[in-house]
């Protein structure tokens, strides 16, 4: 047996083994090889990532318990792993990716944990608030193709979180969705809404992905944004956020979500609006 501790200090260790090119080997022949390319050089780096750090078996017994508390957080409404991909940037990498080979369109981005399949169909023109309180806002959007003529029939799924930041889903004490739906553009492209202006919001912070941000000393608030996921036939899908010019948290967004391009002018306004509703006091316009 060892004596008990090593005096503060841990001898250097020995250099590690063949292990690593050992166990990439083993995936020489996966049936599917980019499977095979993925697990060899997971494997890589993670080995890398131990052996370059010298992670006691405390430290790694740590890791896995934060992974496996990570994974018992997994609901239609609040998928733990997809917050952690986002807090480490990898989901905005892995759209930054796909976004990089479409270059002249409008950028796409992270589509984020609070997106739910089949949100209620409105008509144009639709107050999507469900009367929550808020900064009325009227979005006039247009929809083209990469000429600028516009894309006529698109489907297109808005979401957003409430004045306070929170998704309805979120909300234990609303029945039904709000500040979601499915409208549909017209003829010429154009999707109006009438909704509320979103705030900038504390992303869960009740879980492991908490945990970690508080380990490194990050604040956990995304900067104001309304969600679009956009369909038409023939084109591709387009999963995208539009930020409000001004907005607190632009340059430190907790999931690293926000482009340059997808921060636009929520227009303060006053009087009536353009569809001839009566708007008592400001409200904000986004063309
Ligand atoms: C959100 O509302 C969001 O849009 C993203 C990307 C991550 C966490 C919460
Ligand atoms: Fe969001």
Redesign the pocket.
Known sequence: LLRDAWAGRRPEPRRPSGLTEQVVATFDHAPDPRTGRLLADLVRHLHHFVTANDVTEDEWRHAIDFLTRTGQISSATRQEFV?LS?VLGV?SMVDQLTNSRTPDTTPSA?????YVEGPPEMAQGADISGGLHGTPLWADIRITDLDGAPVPGAVVDVWQ?NEDGF?DVQLPDLDGPVLRARLRGDADGRLRFWSILPSE?P?PVDGPVGRLLEAAGRHEY?AP?L?FMITAPGFQRLVT?LFVAGGAYLDSDA?F?VKEALVVDYVPRNGPAPDGRRVDGEWRSLE
Not at 110 to 114: A, Y
């Open positions: 917050l986002d989901s992270v589509l984020g944990p609070f979180s998704y919001y992303i995304r944004h969600h956020q999931v979500g």
